[in-house]
């Protein structure tokens, strides 16, 4: 029951450590983006958007896709996530979680909907809870996602409360 997440390498971590980066990640799930497309998307400099993109295809989390051309002839490269963060023990990268969050949330069209709820479990249940999440998780995230259907995010945060003890 619950996967088994491999401990994210040294660059693999630096790599997912930026919000930015992330959110490539995000907006390269679904079809594959050049990097212009990227930038427009994201509000960034195309030059940035380059670094970011290199970044992420030499620790593996994009991959290039067949080149095509683009408007006036020019040589464009599109990428897609692989979908190997899903499955990384990221360590200690919260903070860049929690901005690109933060930065998709700013943009979002429609309100998200969020609940927050207080538990008291014993290490059984918590363990219980936290693997009934994962493998929901888990199951949407095998699904297709070039079918029909609007896109949609997840954020998901389980923690020891210690402020109430």
């Known amino acids: 029951m619950g996967r088994q997440l491999r401990p994210a390498t040294e660059a693999e971590a630096k790599a997912l450590a930026s919000a930015t980066r992330l959110r490539i990640i995000r907006v390269c799930l679904d079809r594959a983006l050049t990097n212009k497309e990227i930038a427009h998307r994201l509000d960034l400099n195309p030059a940035t958007a380059l670094h970011h993109v290199r970044t992420l ?26 979908g190997k963060s899903w499955d990384l023990d990221m360590g200690g990268g919260h903070q860049a979680v929690l901005e690109a969050f933060q930065e998709e949330l700013a943009i979002a069209e429609q309100p998200a909907r969020f609940a927050r709820l207080g538990l008291r479990l014993t290490e059984e249940e918590w363990e219980e809870l936290h693997d009934r999440f994962v493998d929901l998780l888990d199951e949407y995230a095998a699904r297709d996602r070039k079918g029909p259907g609007r896109p949609y995010s997840i954020f998901l945060a389980l923690y020891e409360d210690r402020s109430r003890d």
């Open 57 to 82: 295809v030499a620790t593996g989390f994009l991959e290039p896709q067949e080149e095509r051309r683009g408007p006036r002839g020019s040589r464009e490269v599109p990428y897609l996530s692989t």
